[in-house]
């Protein structure tokens, strides 16, 4: 028997999952399998997969998450919720999923910038034509801060680790282009952040 008890908890997903919910719900009416990257203590994966229940929610992240992860599943004891896997966007060969949807949040300022080329590469060699990415998070644009507390929260970040940084949206727009991705909307979002959203159109 797992002790849920101990299970890792984020306060910002309980904050920011209804907003988040609220614009990705039109944008996965016709997804049936999304890949989560990053899940962290997979607090997202069980609110969405519950309000989204025609999805297939896979979970992933780096090993230390994983059984945090399974904690937060074992209470929910859902089949659209399979086990999680382990997965560094660094790693050579991604686990066999099969999906048309990643979904990551809270991510690219945590990576540092070789994992978050390698992220979009992968992607977009992975996902099928049509497929979408959709990333939730702090960006700037035009290497500005788009608030005084991100550009504090940008400082805290490099103080922590000197390979995090709010990434530059112009950056990651480039690097999903050369991905085979188009940008489809750019969503203003609470506390100063945005939801990304991209489609694969075309085969590199
Ligand atoms: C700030 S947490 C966000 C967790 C969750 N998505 C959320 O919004 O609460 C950043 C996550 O990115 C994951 N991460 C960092 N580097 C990664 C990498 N190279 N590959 C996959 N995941 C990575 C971490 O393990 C962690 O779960």
């Known amino acids: ?30 997804s049936t399998s999304v890949l989560e990257i990053g899940s962290g203590t997979g607090q997202h994966a069980v609110y969405f997969s519950e309000k989204l229940p025609h ?15 399974k904690l937060w599943l074992s209470d929910k004891n859902s089949k659209k919720i399979p086990q999680p896997v382990e997965l560094d966007v660094r790693q050579e060969i991604w686990p066999i999923i099969s999906f048309d949807t990643v979904f990551t949040a809270n991510t690219c300022h945590i990576m540092n910038q070789q994992s978050v080329e ?5 992607i977009g060699e ?13 960006f700037n644009y035009n290497h500005q801060y788009t608030s005084p507390s991100n550009q504090q929260f940008d400082l805290w970040l490099k103080s922590r680790d000197p390979e995090s940084k709010i990434r530059n949206f112009e950056d990651l727009n480039d690097m999903a282009e050369a991905a085979g991705m188009s940008l489809i909307n750019d969503y203003e979002m609470p506390a100063n952040n945005r939801i990304l959203h991209w489609k694969k159109t075309k085969t590199c």
């Open 55 to 69: 999805l297939i929610w896979n979970t992933s992240d780096r090993n230390e998450n994983i059984a945090g992860i």
């Open 126 to 138: 992975l996902l099928p034509e049509g497929g979408q990415l959709i990333i939730y998070g702090p």
């Open 1 to 30: 028997m797992i002790n849920t008890k101990n299970k890792p908890y984020s306060e910002s997903c309980d904050q920011n999952r209804h907003a988040i919910l609220t614009v990705i719900r039109p944008l996965l009416l016709n």
């Open 118 to 122: 390698i992220m979009f590469k992968r």
